[in-house]
């Protein structure tokens, strides 16, 4: 592969998958002169290093129409054999995703996957993990909300250089491959909810068990750990 920072690797069946990440047109000029020029590069090239004989390939997937463009500072994770990406950030054109990919190894093939529910914002930076058939995704950095505007389609959005710079995210968003009947029925009712967040827990106390509304007043309330300010100044990097 091409010298990158910023990329993602995923281990499946033995083979390590690099994506994405951040390279220079200008190349790499030598161990003792690293730097990056203003001319980055990125790389849309899926690239499989074989973990038992060290040998880098790189995969023939299939040109289907559904392909992730380059990018950057995005996360994957694996699941039930296959590699799953979202979002990231195309530097070249200042543009952040929130588009979710699944790469399947077996087909060589990637496809977008349509979920339900409130997609995360575009985002870069942010980390996910996966944990008992669910995804947990944390955080990462985004155009300052009041300086961007929409780009192709609605889950991309274009930053507007300003010197309001990237917004750190504190939000917490749960993918749940596995979902269960209390688990939709939760959605369900939360969906058609018209009691703020704050007054749920004692508003339906004569509706629904108290286990149930504790578990749906945390998925509506916001976390605790978001920073003060919640702007920074960062245009590069």
């Not at 914002?121 to 947990?136: G, I, P």
């Amino acid at each position: 592969p091409l010298w990158r920072d910023f990329h993602t690797a995923s281990v499946i069946d033995g083979f390590m998958y690099i994506f994405g990440g951040r390279s220079d047109q200008m190349g790499q000029v030598g161990d003792e002169h690293l730097f990056h020029t203003t001319q980055d590069l990125y790389d849309d090239t899926l690239m499989a290093l074989n973990l038992s004989t060290g040998v880098w390939t790189r995969p023939d997937v299939k040109e289907n129409g559904v392909r992730p463009g380059g990018r950057r500072s995005h996360s994957t994770w694996v699941y039930e054999g296959n590699m799953y990406m979202f979002g990231g950030y195309l530097g070249t054109a200042n543009i952040h995703y929130n588009e979710l990919y699944c790469f399947n190894p077996r087909t060589c093939s990637w496809s977008i996957i349509d979920v339900r529910g409130i997609y995360p914002t575009a985002r870069r930076r942010h980390c996910s993990v996966v944990a008992n058939k669910k995804v947990f995704l944390f955080g990462g950095t985004m155009p300052n909300p009041s300086t961007c505007q929409s780009a192709s389609s609605p889950n991309v959005y274009a930053g507007v250089a300003s010197t309001s710079g990237l917004s750190d995210l504190a939000d917490l968003h749960v993918l749940d491959f596995a979902p269960t009947l209390k688990t939709l029925s939760m959605r369900k009712l939360l969906h058609g909810l018209k009691v703020p967040s704050a007054d749920m827990y004692s508003t339906l106390q004569n509706d629904i068990p108290a286990d149930i509304r504790y578990e749906m007043y945390c998925q509506v309330t916001p976390n605790t750990v978001t920073g003060h300010g919640g702007v920074r100044n960062d245009q590069s990097g």
